[in-house]
């Protein structure tokens, strides 16, 4: 005698928010499965290519695979309800989408692993790059800022800390491969060139006992505002020339900051991606959102 069952809705909608088409799956529609899979992985793809510059875009994106898989969650509850009592019988041809899914997502790294993850989310821990990033700082990397390019200076790069790959840190590139690098009297040379900073017009501040002065610095294309000790921790340093395939990394906040000055250099290789956009700031002291920071480029 052939076992009946009932396909209960509810999982058949749980399931296919986990993973887009499990729930077809689970009501025994494979092309539904497979479709619903390739369908996400196709928006994915495309969000990243069309819908990432912007912050705006970025939340379009998301917007459009919430839809996505909430129109299949829905689907599958219908489906579920519309079977009614059914016979019992494994999934069918279920190693398809099983073979798809895995594909797509259970290798390691995901479907980054044949394309490369270009969403990448930071929280900020500590106040190395303050003024330009905060503690409480959540912010998106683009993961493919340098597939076809190369850091330049003035960037802000996210990358594997060189003593323990485990960590990710946040610095700002100072120098290039070949790039002669020093500090004279707390001023910093690039090939032998004073990098130009303007001390601006907001009053000095103490942090930990030290007065704190904020600067505007021209780096390359890049104007950004950094910290100085006064007196500065860092009074001279080198000179250092960086190696081929490495970067030379600096915090914004230069005398707070464990950076290539006490380390070394970031090999090219252990570069994850480059900082884009603050997406969320949550102010630890005042126990706050920063609204005015939410959706800020990262310059």
């Known amino acids: 005698m052939t076992a009946m069952k009932r396909r209960r809705p509810w999982i058949a909608f749980f399931f296919s928010l986990v993973c887009p088409g499990l729930g077809q799956l689970y009501n025994g529609s494979v092309r539904w499965a497979i479709g619903a899979l390739a369908l996400s992985a196709v928006v994915t793809y495309l969000s990243a290519v069309y819908l990432f510059d912007t912050f705006a875009k970025l939340m379009q994106a998301l917007l459009l695979g919430l839809l996505i898989d909430l129109f299949f969650a829905v689907h599958g509850w ?35 692993y044949f394309i490369p993850e270009r969403f990448l989310s930071f929280q900020i821990p500590s106040e190395s790059m303050v003024p330009t990033l905060l503690v409480g700082d959540r912010l998106v990397a683009d993961g493919w800022a340098y597939r076809n390019d190369f850091p330049r200076r003035g960037d802000i790069i996210v990358f594997d800390y060189p003593r323990d790959p485990s960590i990710k840190y946040v610095k700002r590139v100072i120098g290039l491969p070949g790039d002669e690098v020093k500090i004279v009297g707390g001023e910093l040379y690039v090939n032998r060139v004073l990098v130009k900073a303007h001390r601006t017009s907001e009053p000095s501040t103490v942090e930990d006992g030290w007065g704190v002065v904020a600067y505007l610095e021209t780096l390359g294309e890049v104007k950004h505002q950094i910290h100085r000790a006064q007196p500065t921790m860092f009074l001279n340093y080198g000179p250092v020339t960086v190696p081929e395939k490495s970067y030379f990394v600096m915090g914004d906040n230069r005398d707070r900051s464990s950076d290539s000055r006490v380390w070394g250099f970031v090999p090219e290789d252990a570069i994850v991606g480059k900082m884009k956009y603050i997406y969320f700031s949550w102010d630890g002291e005042k126990g706050g959102i920063r609204w005015e920071r939410v959706s800020e480029p990262v310059q």
Request: net charge positive; charged share 10%; glycine share 18%.
């Open 78 to 112: 219908f489906q579920a309800k519309q079977l009614g009592t059914v016979a019992l019988k494994p999934f069918q041809r279920w190693w398809i989408y099983l073979g798809f899914a895995i594909l797509l997502y259970g290798l390691p790294g995901g479907y980054g």
